[in-house]
């Protein structure tokens, strides 16, 4: 636990923040806050957790999740810390959960194997279930809130990459992980709430699903990372590439059924395409 630092990205957070920090400090020895484009509103909210296992980062502006999970990575190895729990403002881990994480990766280190370890994603709004009878399983992708990585994962393959801002960069992470020889693993013992956005839950023939309703704003950075990490790490032979092409089909298809600014949505999903094209590394 006192090897484990959580860093918590913030964005204007709402008063439910709070408790997700106070969650946090049950299981890790200190909360490191980034607070991006940061006013008083939250620095209101912030200042009702504040205490001696909590620090915070200060942003002018919004500089992005890349960024500020470098930041608050940063300020762990300065710091003396180990590891890295990485977490956004609308998650609040269960009970054991980063103690399961840092089992899981600590055996996978003992195999002399590199990993970056996350857990299962469960909504508040309902429960989802997990889909495997293994305890701990590879996956070729992981959502950041709740990932946990080492300092050494980080001196081998460097930090996040800023340029990318929001969206996607968990995914670019993890396949770098993967491409530097170690594993990405899901830990399903390990529970993380989380709120995603401000979906909402809607039923169609009988099937439920979550309707995102993502900003022009979000959709021009998740098609044009999209594109850019399948230019880097390519595409058709990877399980990565299909699940993630899967997924892109369906929130389009939702998209254009159920969201409105349909017109505004769709052309920056256009303009991210052709960014993304035209993206150098």
Known sequence: MSRTVAVLVAYHPEEHLTENVRALLEQ???????D??????????LGKVSRSAVSYIFNESNLG???????????????????FLLMDQDSRPQEQMVAKLLKAMEAFTLKGQ???????????????P??????????PLLITSGSLLSKKIVDKIGFYDERLF?????????????????????????VLQHRFGKAE???????????????????????RNRIVLYKRYGVLKDTWFWMDLRSASKDLLKLILFESGKRNKL????????DGLKWKD
């Open 65 to 83: 999740v890349a960024k500020g999970f470098n930041q608050g990575i940063r300020w762990g190895i300065e710091n003396g810390y180990d590891y």
């Open 130 to 139: 997990v889909t495997s009878a293994l305890e701990v399983e590879t996956a």
């Open 36 to 45: 991006n484009e940061s006013s008083e509103g939250s620095k209101k909210i």
């Open 166 to 190: 929001i969206d996607h960069v968990d995914h670019d992470y993890c396949l770098r992980v993967i491409k530097n020889g170690g594993v990405c693993a899901k830990v399903n013992t390990a």
């Open 267 to 274: 052309l920056a999903v256009l303009k991210g395409l052709v």
């Open 201 to 223: 839950v809607r039923t169609v023939l009988g099937k439920s699903f979550f309707l995102q309703d993502y900003s022009s704003f979000r959709r021009y950075h998740m098609m």
């Open 114 to 128: 590199m990993a970056l370890v996350g857990p299962h994603h469960e909504d508040f709004k309902r429960k989802i």
């Open 28 to 34: 890790v020895s200190h909360v490191v806050i980034v």
